[in-house]
């Protein structure tokens, strides 16, 4: 698992340099998202690991997108198939994501509450939380009735949990010590 997120990380690394060089983000973006699809697509993933040479796979795969891959793309494809890594390109575009959202200062920030919010809350939030971070906020929000009241946010690995639930199970752990 470990060997797969730092390979994974190598081909996202090497793929978002090519798109700095070529101003091309977005065109990146789109590609490996399709690719990430077609490698989970069931019936394929068992198609793509099996005896069928690499020039048919290709071929497949490449009609996925209407003849709209460029060279660079396709030898992307070509490398991921010889090397037997199409089962990489969710983690891969992950990875792209992650770089991504890091080179044009953007954080993704989940929000759960007891109930949906309104767009004007929505807002409020997301303008709060790009004055505190410096960044440009991408808010899902998420309602969870079992939280009881409050909030509990998720950004990159942490959790701000401030919740009444999070508070009765912290005051219940302190009475059971």
Partial sequence: MQNALIVSRAYATAIFNLAIKKKSFEEWKEFLLILSNISHI????????????????????????NK??????????????????????????????TLYNEYHNILKVKLITIQNLK????????SILEKKFNKRIILTCESDPSILYGYIIRYNNIVIDNSILNRFCEFSNFLIS
Avoid: A, T
């Fill in 42 to 65: 069931k019936n394929l993933h068992q198609f793509f690991s099996s005896i069928y040479p690499n020039n048919i796979i290709l071929k497949i795969i490449l009609s996925f997108f």
């Fill in 68 to 97: 709209n891959v460029n060279s660079y793309g396709k030898n992307f494809i070509q490398l991921i198939i010889m090397n037997k890594r199409l089962y990489l390109m969710h983690d891969i575009f992950k990875q792209f994501i």
């Fill in 119 to 126: 767009k004007q809350q929505k807002e409020k939030i997301s």
